[in-house]
């Protein structure tokens, strides 16, 4: 069985939120949560994993007697009515169905989408109904900008890039990387934009920024390119379908060097494969992390459905639980209560690590760097916000 070593950088402080049993206290009324996620298509998996962790989520409340609000054991609860809607992989169809589920359906509050392409929209018309929404995976810098009612559970592009550019450079002695990216997709871009300026910020060199178009496979000339250039990694922040694509094709070329990449690499699906052996990524969550709740969290699952969470859906299981606490902490279920609680409230420790939501809805959490070894042993290393600052921001002072 493959060993990982679980590395701690710092200290941190957990707070825990414990379910409480509602016992045989009934609801005395129903707080609407709409889930928006891709149920069609080519990514409809990724949504399948999001609506999965959804029930799971809105059926663990209730069996607990429903949603208190506030502390006091005798508070009165909520039943949890959980809508869901497909958004395909199309903005205006995701942003058509924040709409329905607010206004139609009285949502107080989004769960989605999971796409940053997608939830830009959606959070447009979360701020302008004035309605929380919780994206539990887009990483978009600017997402949250400007917008009271939006949060996220993983760590923005901004914090990833320069924590992946930080840990290279200063982790792994890396001076010189080349970047391939799809020049199409935002989170992708982004990623170009932030690890190039971190990098050489920190002294390294940057030898290619390769661009490539929307649904392109042929990665062929491209990389032989990238590699003639002797970079000692290559950053890939790209799609998971390409990713794979990718990385065979580079160590097909005789690249045995280390690459590197973002949260969107799926951790627990390359722990197996050879060519992924030598590799730095971030994950947001693995079965065996050893955050509280975690493990029950991991069994209760697989008995609720015969297989594990996936990333998705523990980071969608997070985002029902933070949502959960500040209704609890607002006592109430008005969509402009239940955001205010959420920027008010304490550290809510998830199965995904420690989410502290500062005043701009992105999260104060942890970064989890996973390396796989060139004889495929894996470690972990686990960052706190502080101290990922310090380390992350050549100039600290931003």
């Known amino acids: 069985m493959l060993q990982r070593r679980w590395i701690y950088t710092g200290l941190l402080v957990l707070v825990l939120f414990a379910g409480c049993s509602g016992g045989d206290q009934k609801p005395s009324g129903e707080l609407t949560v709409g889930l928006i996620a891709v149920m069609s298509g ?30 006091a054991s005798d508070a009165p ?20 169905a924040a709409a329905k589920l607010i206004e139609k359906d009285g949502a107080a509050a989004i769960i989605g989408p999971v796409f940053s392409t997608l939830a830009e929209d959606v959070a447009s018309v979360a701020q302008r109904l004035r ?76 030898t290619a920024n390769a661009p490539y178009g929307k649904a392109e496979r042929n990665f062929g000339a491209l990389l032989r390119d990238i590699v003639a250039g002797a970079p000692d990694t290559v950053f890939l922040p790209n799609a998971y379908k390409e990713v794979m694509i990718q990385v065979r094709e580079l160590r097909k070329l005789g690249f045995k060097k280390v690459v590197i990449g973002p949260d969107s690499w799926k951790g627990r699906e390359l722990f197996g494969a050879r060519e992924f052996r030598n590799t730095v990524f971030i994950d947001h969550w693995l079965p065996d992390m050893p955050t509280p709740g975690n493990k029950a969290f991991v069994a209760a699952y697989e008995k609720m459905y015969n297989h594990p969470p996936t990333e998705m859906a523990a980071l969608t299981y997070d985002a029902f639980g933070a949502l959960f606490a500040a209704v609890r902490r607002a006592g109430d279920a008005n969509p402009q209560k239940i955001a205010q609680a959420l920027v008010d409230m304490p550290p809510y420790q998830g199965v995904t690590g420690l989410v502290e939501f500062n005043v701009t809805g992105d999260p104060v959490t942890e970064i989890f760097m996973v390396r796989i070894d060139p004889n495929g042993e894996t ?18 002072d931003q």
């Open 77 to 96: 609860r909520l039943k949890v009515r959980l809508l869901t809607e497909d958004s395909r992989h199309d903005p205006q169809t995701a942003a058509d």
């Open 42 to 71: 080519e990514l409809f998996r990724y949504g399948q994993d999001a609506v999965e962790a959804a029930r799971f989520a809105a059926k663990e409340a209730n069996d607990q007697g429903g949603v208190p609000l506030g502390p």
């Open 131 to 206: 309605t929380p929404m919780i994206t539990p995976f887009a990483t978009v810098s600017s997402l949250t900008h400007g917008k009271k009612y939006v949060f996220r559970i993983p760590d923005n592009n901004n914090v990833q890039g320069q924590a992946l550019a930080w840990y290279a450079f200063n982790e792994l002695k890396i001076s010189t990387a080349a970047v391939l990216f799809d020049a199409s997709d935002v989170y992708a871009r982004e990623f170009d934009q932030v690890f190039t300026k971190d990098f050489t910020a920190f002294g390294g060199k940057i």
């Open 379 to 396: 470690s972990i290393t686990r960052f706190c916000p502080t101290e990922l600052q310090q380390k992350a921001d050549p100039s600290s």
